[in-house]
């Protein structure tokens, strides 16, 4: 009997123990668990991080090689530092790591920890090399501005217009979403791009603007940068009786600025703001969909691949758009991180067609040749003259840029109806409810309807997101049990057991 109670306490014991632990990670901000048993490993003499396998001249990306090749002596050039730990470890790594570069005179800019583990800045040129040869780094990436957003013609007096979103708001039947009920309330749009101007009436609801959150990874840049992010905005939410948006009644926009006034971006800035999405839903409770209207055509580049990876990190949380890209009509022209997908996820690929439903002959089309699954596009969307807000009023713009926010807007409308709804969720409804009849490499599986998309949202629920309270709670439970076992001795003789 005192073998059974002695048993039966250690297992109480372990489970308390167990439980805050769990309960700790999950309330700490990332990084702090990693930082003390990074510090307790050291102690003990144990070995942390992963190494790398990779020569130095293997871990040089091509595109950095070029810049090497090209730089002047003691020219310092941009760079991306991809560690080989995963980014929960990231703070921890980066920590150990930091003061070894100094070595190599390096020049820290930024660091990313959430949808990937990176370090950028600037190194003298013939530095490189010496400092690929640390073990904790994985690759070393060319930071120089190979992104842009992914607009056609620039918006011009003399383009020809529609008159209005209300033709593309019909032709995806966002209306009648609307009398559903349905208009993106409770719902906050993640817009990583040129910045949106805040001031602009039709962004703007009852005096105070829909941009409730706006941080910039420009250098330089705290306000908008160019024309481009204001109208993706407007698509998405235009307050204008003229020009409404997709989804008028969203909670507000979360502006994160990573491109510049020629509409270009490196990696480092378009990291560090899908690093700080990351970082705000997870941090910050609510509902959430992010429209990226960029990319790049470097599609076979490291660094088109780090941007995949940390894109996919993003929509394992939530969903995420992003453009087809503008290299279209050839086939395989799909940008990255368009082309994202990992363990039968993907990110929602958007294609661009005229107000008659047909393909835009700038839109990219498929199949994209990186990861698993190949057939993108998967949706399309009205993305030819569309009529939107830029800062100085309204103007048309073409390109799948314009089409991307019709969809991010619809997610909008469908969770609005249901909050719970996962990336994978989006993607599938999305799909089975397009007016293709089927899939093809130019516009995916069709034209996306809202109405039916929000009818059949209510019905689904492929993946749902559990929230992390959840797991909190579950924790204490398992302390809870843990303290019962412990004290079941005493509860026997008092009778309670």
Same mark, same amino acid.
């Given at each position: 009997?005192?073998?059974?109670?002695?048993?039966?306490?250690?297992?109480?014991?372990?489970?308390?123990?167990?439980?805050?632990?769990?309960?700790?990670?999950?309330?700490?901000?990332?990084?702090?668990?990693?930082?003390?048993?990074?510090?307790?490993?050291?102690?003990?003499?144990?070995?942390?991080?992963?190494?790398?396998?990779?020569?130095?001249?293997?871990?040089?990306?091509?595109?950095?090689?070029?810049?090497?090749?090209?730089?002047?002596?003691?020219?310092?050039?941009?760079?991306?530092?991809?560690?080989?730990?995963?980014?929960?470890?990231?703070?921890?790594?980066?920590?150990?790591?930091?003061?070894?570069?100094?070595?190599?005179?390096?020049?820290?800019?930024?660091?990313?920890?959430? %949808?990937?583990?990176?370090?950028?800045?600037?190194?003298?040129?013939?530095?490189?090399?010496?400092?690929?040869?640390?073990?904790?780094?994985?690759?070393?990436?060319?930071?120089?501005?190979?992104?842009?957003?992914?607009?056609?013609?620039?918006?011009?007096?003399?383009?020809?217009?529609?008159?209005?979103?209300?033709?593309?708001?019909?032709?995806?039947?966002?209306?009648?979403?609307?009398?559903?009920?349905?208009?993106?309330?409770?719902?906050? %749009?993640?817009?990583?791009?040129?910045?949106?101007?805040?001031?602009?009436?039709?962004?703007?609801?009852?005096?105070?603007?829909?941009?409730?959150?706006?941080?910039?990874?420009?250098?330089?840049?705290?306000?908008?940068?160019?024309?481009?992010?204001?109208?993706?905005?407007?698509?998405?939410?235009?307050?204008?009786?003229?020009?409404?948006?997709?989804?008028?009644?969203?909670?507000?926009?979360?502006?994160?600025?990573?491109?510049?006034?020629?509409?270009?971006?490196?990696?480092?800035?378009?990291?560090?703001?899908?690093?700080?999405?990351?970082?705000?839903?997870?941090?910050?409770?609510?509902?959430?969909?992010?429209?990226?209207?960029?990319?790049?055509?470097?599609?076979?580049?490291?660094?088109?691949?780090?941007?995949?990876?940390?894109?996919?990190?993003?929509?394992?949380?939530?969903?995420?758009?992003?453009?087809?890209?503008?290299?279209?009509?050839?086939?395989?022209?799909?940008?990255?991180?368009?082309?994202?997908?990992?363990?039968?996820?993907?990110?929602?690929?958007?294609?661009? %067609?005229?107000?008659?439903?047909?393909?835009?002959?700038?839109?990219?089309?498929?199949?994209?040749?990186?990861?698993?699954?190949?057939?993108?596009?998967?949706?399309?969307?009205?993305?030819?003259?569309?009529?939107?807000?830029?800062?100085?009023?309204?103007?048309?713009?073409?390109?799948?840029?314009?089409?991307?926010?019709?969809?991010?807007?619809?997610?909008?409308?469908?969770?609005?109806?249901?909050?719970?709804?996962?990336?994978?969720?989006?993607?599938?409804?999305?799909?089975?409810?397009?007016?293709?009849?089927?899939?093809?490499?130019?516009?995916?599986?069709?034209?996306?309807?809202?109405?039916?998309?929000?009818?059949?949202?209510?019905?689904?629920?492929?993946?749902?997101?559990?929230?992390?309270?959840?797991?909190?709670?579950?924790?204490?439970?398992?302390?809870?049990?843990?303290?019962?076992?412990?004290?079941?001795?005493?509860?026997?003789?008092?009778?309670?057991?």
């Amino acid at each position: 009997m005192r073998m059974r109670i002695q048993t039966v306490q250690i297992i109480g014991l372990l489970l308390i123990a167990t439980g805050f632990i769990a309960f700790i990670y999950l309330s700490l901000p990332q990084g702090n668990i990693e930082v003390i048993g990074y510090n307790l490993q050291q102690a003990f003499g144990l070995q942390t991080f992963p190494l790398s396998s990779a020569t130095p001249e293997q871990k040089i990306s091509p595109l950095l090689q070029q810049a090497i090749s090209r730089a002047l002596p003691g020219e310092r050039i941009p760079v991306v530092i991809v560690l080989t730990a995963p980014k929960q470890m990231a703070v921890a790594q980066q920590q150990a790591l930091l003061p070894r570069l100094q070595a190599y005179q390096f020049q820290l800019v930024s660091q990313t920890i959430y %949808v990937a583990n990176t370090m950028a800045g600037y190194v003298p040129a013939d530095k490189v090399e010496d400092m690929a040869s640390e073990e904790y780094i994985e690759k070393i990436l060319y930071d120089g501005k190979i992104f842009r957003v992914s607009w056609d013609w620039p918006w011009s007096g003399n383009k020809v217009r529609v008159s209005n979103l209300q033709q593309s708001i019909q032709q995806i039947g966002a209306d009648k979403a609307w009398q559903l009920g349905y208009t993106g309330q409770g719902v906050k %749009v993640i817009i990583i791009d040129s910045g949106i101007a805040n001031n602009h009436p039709a962004l703007q609801r009852n005096g105070k603007s829909l941009v409730i959150y706006e941080e910039s990874f420009v250098p330089g840049a705290s306000d908008y940068t160019h024309w481009h992010g204001t109208h993706v905005a407007g698509i998405i939410a235009s307050q204008d009786a003229t020009y409404k948006g997709v989804a008028p009644g969203i909670e507000g926009f979360i502006d994160l600025i990573a491109f510049d006034s020629d509409g270009s971006a490196s990696p480092s800035w378009l990291l560090k703001a899908l690093d700080e999405a990351y970082r705000i839903v997870t941090s910050q409770p609510g509902t959430y969909v992010s429209s990226n209207s960029w990319g790049t055509d470097f599609v076979d580049a490291p660094e088109a691949e780090e941007m995949r990876m940390a894109a996919m990190n993003l929509a394992d949380k939530i969903p995420v758009v992003f453009a087809a890209g503008n290299t279209g009509p050839g086939t395989s022209t799909i940008w990255a991180p368009g082309d994202a997908d990992r363990n039968g996820n993907e990110v929602i690929t958007v294609a661009a %067609v005229d107000t008659s439903g047909n393909i835009a002959t700038f839109s990219s089309r498929g199949p994209d040749t990186a990861g698993e699954e190949h057939n993108e596009p998967d949706v399309a969307a009205p993305g030819v003259n569309i009529m939107s807000t830029v800062p100085t009023g309204f103007e048309a713009a073409s390109g799948t840029s314009m089409a991307t926010p019709h969809v991010a807007g619809v997610i909008a409308l469908m969770l609005s109806k249901n909050p719970s709804l996962s990336n994978r969720d989006c993607l599938r409804v999305l799909e089975q409810t397009a007016s293709g009849g089927g899939f093809n490499y130019a516009t995916g599986y069709g034209i996306v309807q809202a109405d039916e998309a929000v009818q059949a949202a209510s019905q689904t629920f492929i993946t749902p997101t559990v929230p992390e309270w959840v797991y909190q709670a579950i924790s204490i439970a398992i302390i809870l049990v843990g303290i019962v076992l412990v004290l079941k001795p005493k509860l026997e003789v008092m009778g309670i057991w």
